[in-house]
């Protein structure tokens, strides 16, 4: 992905105040979202409790992932994932906000995107410091056929990615 530095050479102190005030809101929206949701979850569904919320296409369903996405390495140790995890997730939120510094207000959907990346990972982190896992409750399937339940965190990570890229798509190559 190529950042256009060329757009915004010195942005205006109001330009760059509308710049963070959005990226607080979107990162404190998502993970008020997710650990509200998680929370009644947690307070009102048994461990992999599941109820229909569209027959045939739709639970909500209480698991708990102690992995990455799609529950992988879930069958490490689990003190060395929650320092592995935390880890990454210090990490993930150092780089997020670098980057996010870097992108010119022109670029909005980017920095929505990099909002949203930034509220799932603190969302999904703030469980996994809490209780050493994460809950997953959106359970959608066809049939047979589950998706890996996930959360809301998961999806905004998943949102954010979306719009990084379709801004990447719309801005031309080259100089």
Known sequence: MQVDYSVEAAPSPARLWKKWLLFVILV????????STKQYVDATFNLYESRPLVEGYFNL???????????VLSRRDPRFLR???????????????????????????TLCGLG???GG????GIDRYAIGQVIDFLDLYVGDYHWPAFNVADSAICVGVGLMLIDSWRRPVGP
């Open 28 to 35: 404190g929206a998502v993970v008020a979202v997710d650990q």
């Open 61 to 71: 369903t209480y698991v708990r992932n102690s992995g990455a996405a799609f529950g």
């Open 83 to 109: 320092l592995f995890f935390l880890t990454v997730t210090g990490l993930a939120l150092v780089i997020v906000t670098f980057y996010y510094s870097r992108i010119p207000w022109s670029q909005r959907l």
């Open 116 to 118: 949203l990346i930034m």
């Open 121 to 124: 990972a603190l969302g999904n």
